[in-house]
């Protein structure tokens, strides 16, 4: 029987659509893709264990009521839910390789998928590369508990990759071995880009989890820092998105209603919602304490969105190119400033931003990564 499939083997994989899974949507846009090179399966979480059909099929796990994100080996009381994860992980993977047509498998992220990867291809005699997210190496890589797993897992991979320039290098150190930057991004396609305010009023977005890491309490403590002066700037302020910050921006969101200010808290937003709201907005808040280059921020280059952001990660060399606006620390004064600079009117930026959406192409990434993965089995050098 031919080997001409790929496995994807992901603990982000959109199931609702309601946007609640940004990592997993660039996943599900990257198997569209790859599916234009190879044969493509895909072992995703799920509400239980069930397969569905179609092009890119894929092989759900009982995915437990919280994410694995939100469950820590360090907490004795989640060890318990973790194994069941774990367990039903491990069947479906093998599940999807039984047939023995896989050549290759991918695990999105390195752990714990990598770990169900490398099992998968030690048991068919095929190689498995890993995509490292920031999770990967500044949470589970700090672990003492986690931290050799990851690293062999790393190790054994026949290629590497991270999802950001810093983090690969640190990811390189972590693991001793070398990772290639490869970004995350969406295939938006044809999405309608509208025309952005060339002068305020200005249009501010927040798109994304609501999340400690992502920073959105000391965006609405920046926001609550602006003057009058900086408010007339302001046609209105969405903070869309959702998580475990829920009731502190419920809270902030209503405080600034009452003091006057135009501060709108949705929700999450699936697919079509987000490029709307993408298209509506005239500046990108990514005040995140912790970040490689986020998926939200590709997405602001393809809409022309230009960027206020956090000097975390990636983001201040690429914000500098998009000629955005950076905070000097990581707090919220230091972001109000960064806010308020971003409210002056002035030249914008179009060719910048277009410049830097052409380095996030999904189609690309997909090419490249199948024609080293297919190497492989004919033989040839990654």
């Not at 095929?126 to 050799?148: C, E, H, N």
């Not at 949705?266 to 304490?289: K, Q, T, V």
């Not at 000097?311 to 500098?320: A, K, M, Q, S």
Request: with cysteine; charged share 20%.
């Amino acid at each position: 029987m031919s080997r001409d499939a790929i496995v994807l083997v992901s603990t982000s994989y959109p199931a609702a659509g309601d946007g609640s899974e940004a990592a997993g949507a660039f996943v599900a846009d990257f198997a569209a893709e790859l599916r234009r090179h190879a044969a493509v399966r895909v072992v995703g979480p799920g509400a239980h264990e069930a397969v569905e059909s179609g092009d890119v099929p894929v092989w759900r796990f009982a995915g437990g009521d919280r994410p694995l994100s939100l469950l820590s080996p360090s907490k004795p009381g989640d060890w318990l839910p973790i194994a069941r994860v774990l367990r039903s992980m491990a069947r479906q993977t093998r599940a999807a390789c039984a047939d023995g047509r896989v050549a290759h498998l991918l695990a999105l992220w390195v752990l714990p998928s990598g770990w169900m990867a490398l099992r998968e291809a030690k048991r068919h005699g095929v190689p498995y590369s890993v995509w490292a997210l920031g999770s990967d190496i500044w949470s589970l890589g700090r672990s003492p508990i986690v931290a050799p797993a990851l690293r062999r897992v790393a190790r054994r991979a026949q290629s590497a990759y991270a999802d950001g320039l810093g983090l690969a290098d640190e990811a390189a150190a972590l693991c001793g071995r070398p990772f290639t930057f490869m970004p995350s991004c969406r295939a938006w396609g044809d999405a309608p880009v509208p025309a952005k305010r060339a002068a305020p009023p200005y249009r501010l977005l927040f798109l994304g989890r609501w999340h400690p890491n992502k920073g959105v309490d000391l965006l609405l403590d920046a926001l609550a820092l602006l003057g009058d002066d900086d408010w007339a700037r302001i046609d209105a302020v969405r903070v869309e998105g959702g998580g475990p910050l829920e009731p502190l921006v419920r809270e902030r969101c209503a405080a600034l209603r009452a003091a006057g200010r135009p501060v709108h808290d949705g929700g999450f937003l699936d697919r079509e919602a987000a490029a709307s709201a993408l298209g509506w907005a005239d500046r990108l808040l990514l005040p995140s304490r912790i970040e490689s280059i986020p998926l939200i921020f590709s997405d602001a280059m393809h809409f022309n969105v230009p960027v206020v952001a956090m000097p975390v990660g990636d983001l201040p060399r690429l914000v500098e190119a998009a000629h955005g606006w950076k905070a000097s620390a990581v707090d919220a004064p230091a972001l109000h400033l960064a806010l308020s600079a971003s409210l002056a009117p002035g030249p914008r930026a179009d060719a910048a931003l277009a410049d830097i959406a052409s380095t996030f192409d999904v189609q690309a990434i997909a090419r490249a990564f199948a024609r080293a993965a297919l190497a492989s089995r004919n033989g040839e050098p990654p």
